[in-house]
């Protein structure tokens, strides 16, 4: 059974910094993709920051681009999201995902169109 579970989120005051966690169970791990996205009350999911395990290969947004830091660590099946610099506007929940992205030559997805497992979400707040 495919399994996704954040934690590390909480409540955090604005410039400061939070890492979120993603345990991945279930299926064989370099041979996907995880993505980070973040959905706020009454506004369509964004993605945030997506990797590719095979090799490592990282996507940001604009929006995260330059204070939010993705990273996994093979071994333990685990992907973190290192948000610094943090705003009250990157308060939501904050869900990792998955997806079949075997090899250097999958399309690593920006969106959340095509991500197959989805974890549970873990709230961020961000104070002013």
């Known amino acids: 059974e495919v399994q996704l579970v954040e934690s590390g989120g909480g409540l955090v005051q604005a410039g400061g910094s939070l890492r979120l966690s993603c345990a991945a169970s279930g299926f064989t791990f370099d041979d996907y993709a995880i993505g980070w996205f973040r959905q706020a009350p009454g506004k369509e999911r964004e993605g945030v920051s997506s990797?590719?395990?095979?090799?490592?290969?990282?996507y940001y947004p604009n929006s995260v681009k330059g204070r939010f830091t993705i990273s996994s660590d093979n071994a333990k099946n685990m992907v973190y999201l290192q948000m610094n610099n943090l705003k009250p506007e990157d308060t939501a929940v904050y869900y990792c995902?998955?997806?079949?992205?075997?090899?250097?030559?999958?399309?690593?997805?920006?969106?959340?169109?095509?991500?197959?497992?989805w974890g549970q979400g873990t709230q961020v707040t961000v104070s002013s």
């Open positions: 995902a998955a997806y079949y992205c075997p090899g250097a030559g999958c399309y690593l997805r920006p969106n959340y169109s095509g991500y197959a497992y």
């Open positions: 990797i590719r395990n095979s090799d490592g290969m990282a």
